[in-house]
């Protein structure tokens, strides 16, 4: 069974870092793109950074130059450094990935429980 397990997040002032993380295990063959997704309270979900298999990155404009997506294709892991925090930052942040496992032969969109991130003055 695929499983996404993030670690990494925290309570931090406004101007500091965390940096996030995420593993995918469960007979896992190839992970296309991986990314980190984040929910706002009481607002959507939306799309934070992504990454591809080749290392070609997307973000949120709203992240641009303070957060800096990387992977570890050895180990199935994506991260998620964030700087310069700030107080709308928070939000529940997902992992997601794209991948093709021994359970489901396609690649197929998979999620993390999501970790708390939350910024104060």
């Known amino acids: 069974q695929v499983q996404l397990v993030e670690s990494g997040g925290g309570l931090v002032q406004a101007g500091g870092s965390l940096r996030l993380s995420c593993v995918a295990s469960g007979g896992i063959f190839s992970i296309k793109a991986m990314g980190w997704y984040r929910q706002p309270p009481g607002k959507q979900r939306e799309l934070v950074a992504a990454i591809t298999s080749g290392g070609s990155t997307n973000y949120a404009d709203s992240v641009k130059g303070r957060f800096t997506i990387s992977r570890d294709n050895a180990k199935n892991t994506v991260y998620l450094q964030m700087n310069s925090l700030k107080l709308e930052d928070t939000a529940i942040y997902y992992c997601?990935?794209?991948?093709?496992?021994?359970?489901?032969?396609?690649?197929?969109?998979?999620w993390g429980q999501g970790t708390q991130v939350a910024v104060s003055s």
């Open positions: 997601h990935a794209n991948l093709y496992a021994s359970t489901r032969p396609e690649y197929y969109d998979y």
